[in-house]
């Protein structure tokens, strides 16, 4: 049987180790409003549910649909657009797809001192920070081709991070500066439309519900693509820090 959305709720706040009161003095709501969630009495609003998966290190679509809570491997395309793409794209998915948040997102790249990076090379590795509203999220991924490996964790100390990356050798290379309104499309895939300060726009389509084998996603993700009228000739295998490195050496 599948899990209901309160059920979901219970087990996340559960595993957090938070009480129905923790909980609602997160959310600046009533325990009782948490009670009633819990037990399906009601449903919290599409802009509550954001807020409870930042409090539970989850995406919004696992909360609303029970897809897979976290996954280490993550299968994506990203492709480059142009603004009246974008406006026709985002005008789509606010008819067709359920919005899910828009939010400013400031990501700072990191790499080893030794590595002389131009936008020319070819990194398959990143470790960023990623600040989400109050949350500073540190992120490491590794590309295989069509997917990658994923980790994350929280920090509350971007500062002596910092101190530690220095330490280490790691220096900062690129900072990414957008605006992210994210969406999910056909109860599968998380489509996000990025207008990139400096750079301009982009869409990247996520697959959240593995149901096949991941070359079975990636062919199923670029039919997806192809229907959305999107240019498969412009898929960006390089990366935000990328165009930004491009962007500084041509100055």
């Not at 142009?82 to 997102?105: G, I």
């Not at 997917?147 to 994350?152: A, L, Q, S």
């Not at 670029?222 to 935000?240: P, W």
Request: net charge negative.
């Amino acid at each position: 049987m599948k899990m209901s959305l309160g059920k979901r709720i219970s087990e996340l706040r559960k595993n957090e180790g938070l009480s129905q009161h923790d909980l609602a003095d997160k959310l600046f709501v009533t325990d009782k409003a948490i009670s009633s969630w819990e037990n399906n009495r009601t449903e919290p609003s599409l802009e509550m549910i954001v807020k409870l998966s930042e409090v539970f290190d989850c995406s919004a679509s696992y909360l609303i649909y029970g897809d897979i809570k976290r996954n280490d491997v993550e299968t994506e395309i990203k492709i480059k657009l142009d603004e009246k793409e974008f406006k026709w794209l985002d005008f789509l998915m606010k008819r067709d797809a359920k919005f899910l948040n828009e939010s400013k997102q400031l990501d700072t790249y990191y790499q080893p001192t030794y590595r002389k990076f131009t936008g020319n090379d070819v990194i398959n590795e990143w470790l960023r920070i990623g600040e989400r509203g109050n949350k500073k999220i540190l992120n490491y991924k590794n590309w295989h081709d069509i997917h990658c490996d994923e980790y994350e964790v929280e920090i509350d100390n971007v500062e002596n991070l910092d101190k530690i990356f220095k330490v280490l050798g790691l220096e900062k290379i690129a900072v990414v500066d957008k605006i992210r309104k994210t969406y999910f499309y056909l109860d599968k895939y998380e489509v996000a439309l990025d207008y990139v300060y400096s750079l301009g726009y982009f869409i990247e389509i996520e697959v959240k519900k593995y149901d096949k084998q991941i070359m079975e996603e990636y062919d199923l993700l670029l039919r997806v693509a192809k229907e959305l009228n999107l240019n498969l000739d412009n898929i960006d295998r390089r990366g935000y820090p990328y165009y930004l490195i491009d962007e500084i050496n041509n100055v």
